[in-house]
């Protein structure tokens, strides 16, 4: 059998109707799926069709039933399965605009969580193009309230995503019960085995037209990759988050389980994102969709298999947490950004061990994947000022509040603070930029020799990566759930930005740099190489020396030994209270430092 592909839909013959509409929804030509797959569709063959994620699928074989609806019955005459409840309204939807000017076709979506009495009044009211969700197709079917015996067409649409969702058993009895001499056409991203052997039961001598290769090189796309070592993922991603300011982000990740870590580690760390995996209900995954929709939640996070079933376009960027085992998937998921003349950045993070998977994506999309710098920790707190200035400005523009919060400087004056003082601690609580265990240091895995490509470009060289990481870091804390800067809400900001265990702020001061006013630095003979963690030393100071531990200042952990700033008045007691005292077990000298 040949397939014949169309460099116009006008060359495609449609009717008149489909032509008009198709052409008032901007498709100016066929996309290669839709090219190849409505002739062999109208043929009448039964079509196996592979291509990525919006290529254009819906139509390649939505335009071919249109096509072949007979308005003048009231039976049902096409079935198309879709994984989830979304993609089905998706599909529904744009079988409607593609319908537009035809008279007389019924098109209905059914899906679990709607109410079937009010989907069975729809379907009685006689309903030519069903498109559904399995479960719920199945549900009709044992209530007879939807009747496939003249159904001609039976369309699976992304076949590969609903097996992953356990839908294979209703899959086949459905297609057991469709009458024998329908056109079978199946889509899939992808084509495992399982997806082989209900082609080799379903379909009659199908067609396959592969759409893979094409598309690959979306010039919208800025594709980098980063060196990153597992561990440093997150903290990586997140500055890039910061740094690119992205809003809309979706996060792959190769396995389920990585999926709850990394959603849990994000919010941890203050940024909305929720998780998308083929364990969630469709109920719950409604939830989340809408949530993210809404923008109220910035960052998915999913499995291949998993984001397909959702239907999100426009995102900022894409970042692949880790490198997919297949390239195909590495295409599908970078597709999701950048579509529709939008620019969109899609991330690599890549541990040594991925390499040369990512060597083996560029020999297959023939694209460079330009190496990039991990963002400092200096670059984070520059942008997060920026931000932090151009949001204040925007609030005191259009502040309408005005008064009601003016005595709450007042009070602080009151109390002996200065404005800078004032606006520094709420700076410094609202960007609520910490540094955690990270330093800039232990980010990137270290080159051998051979892991450099020949002329890799080193982009986002802002700043260079840093050696001696050990300088800035603080004793293994995580950072608070509090507030962030980053997510760019408004609202939530002023909440709950609690300080960190122990009260001390971490701006980012380095040694040796002056202690703050009012501040008197101490030398502590112990360090990380004995396991000390700031709390040891808040606990061990506060409690011996009888002093508030939230008044006890930074806390600097070097592998040998320690500075703490404590308040100039209480230095003496604490030099008292400590000196050959132990903490941790451990017994310490304390002096005050040079
Ligand atoms: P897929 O099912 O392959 O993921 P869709 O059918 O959902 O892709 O199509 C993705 C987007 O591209 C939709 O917004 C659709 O309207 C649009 N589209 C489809 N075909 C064309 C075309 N020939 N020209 C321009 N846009 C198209
Ligand atoms: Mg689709």
Redesign the pocket.
């Known amino acids: 059998m040949t397939t014949e592909s169309f460099e116009t839909?006008e060359e495609l013959g449609l009717n008149e109707d489909i032509l008009k509409a198709?052409l008032e929804?901007?498709?100016?030509?066929?996309?290669p799926?839709?090219a190849q797959g409505i002739p062999a569709v109208m043929q009448g063959s039964d079509v196996i069709g592979q291509?990525?994620?919006?290529?254009?699928?819906?139509?390649?074989f939505?335009i071919p039933v249109l096509e072949r609806i007979d308005v003048s019955s009231n039976a049902v005459q096409a079935l198309i399965l879709c994984p989830t409840r979304e993609l089905a309204v998706?599909?529904s939807e744009?079988l409607g605009?593609l319908a537009k000017y035809m008279r007389g076709v019924r098109i209905e979506a059914i899906y679990g969580g709607d109410s079937i009495d009010r989907q069975i009044r729809s379907l009685k009211k006689g309903v030519h193009i069903v498109v559904g969700t399995p479960g719920r197709v199945m549900d009709h079917m044992e209530r007879k309230t939807l009747k496939f015996n003249e159904v001609r067409m039976m369309v699976l649409?992304?076949a590969d995503e609903m097996l992953d969702m356990g839908f294979r058993e209703d899959i086949e009895s459905i297609l057991a019960d469709m009458p024998e001499d329908r056109q079978t056409i199946l889509?899939s991203?992808t084509m495992s085995k399982p997806i082989m052997s209900i082609t080799k039961r379903f379909l009659n001598d199908p067609v396959l037209i592969k759409v893979v290769r094409n598309e690959l090189t979306n010039q919208n796309i800025e594709q980098v990759y980063f060196e990153v070592k597992p561990q440093a993922k997150v903290e990586v991603m997140t500055r890039l988050i910061d740094m690119h300011h992205i809003k809309s982000l979706l996060v792959f990740c190769n396995t389920k389980r990585k999926v709850d870590e990394i959603v849990e580690d994000l919010q941890l760390r203050g940024y909305a994102s929720e998780g998308i995996h083929g364990d969630l209900r469709q109920q719950q995954r409604s939830n989340v969709m809408s949530k993210f929709k809404a923008g109220v939640t910035t960052i998915l996070v999913a499995t291949d298999v998993a984001a397909?079933g959702i239907?999100v376009?426009g995102l900022d960027g894409v970042i692949n947490y880790d490198i997919p085992m297949d390239e195909e998937y590495y295409v599908h998921r970078i597709g999701r950004t950048g579509?529709?003349g939008m620019s969109g950045k899609a991330f690599s993070l890549v541990a040594r061990d991925e390499k040369y998977r990512l060597k083996s994506i560029e020999g297959y999309t023939k694209v460079k994947i330009e190496k990039g710098v991990i963002p400092s920790y200096e670059d984070i707190v520059g942008v997060r000022k920026a931000r932090f200035v151009e949001t204040i400005a925007a609030l005191i523009k259009d502040s309408e509040d005005e008064g009601l919060y003016a005595d709450v400087l007042e009070m602080l004056h009151h109390s002996g603070f200065t404005t800078e003082q004032i606006v520094g601690a709420m700076a410094k609580q609202i960007m609520g930029v910490q540094k955690n265990e990270y330093a800039d240091g232990n980010l990137a895995w270290e080159e051998r020799r051979g892991d450099r490509r020949e002329g890799s470009v080193d982009r986002y060289a802002k700043t260079d990566r840093r050696e001696g990481g050990s300088r800035f870091e603080r004793g293994g804390e995580r950072r608070d759930g509090g507030s962030r800067f980053g997510g760019d809400r408004g609202g939530d900001r002023f909440g709950k930005g609690e300080r960190r265990e122990g009260g001390r702020d971490a701006g980012g001061e380095r040694r040796p740099s002056a202690p703050e006013a009012g501040m008197t630095r101490l030398f502590l003979s112990l360090g990380r190489k004995d396991h000390i963690m700031p709390k040891d030393i808040v606990g061990a100071i506060a409690g011996e020396a009888n002093i508030p531990g939230k008044t006890i200042g930074a806390i600097d952990i070097y592998d040998k030994f320690t500075f703490v700033d404590v308040p100039e008045r209480d230095a003496r007691a604490v030099l008292r209270a400590m000196d050959g005292n132990t903490i941790k077990g451990k017994p310490v000298q304390i002096d005050i430092a040079k």
């Open positions: 839909f198709v929804m901007g498709f100016t030509k066929p996309s799926i839709q291509a990525q994620t919006g290529t254009g699928k819906t139509a390649a939505g998706q599909v744009e605009r649409d992304e889509f991203a397909r239907d376009s579509r529709a």
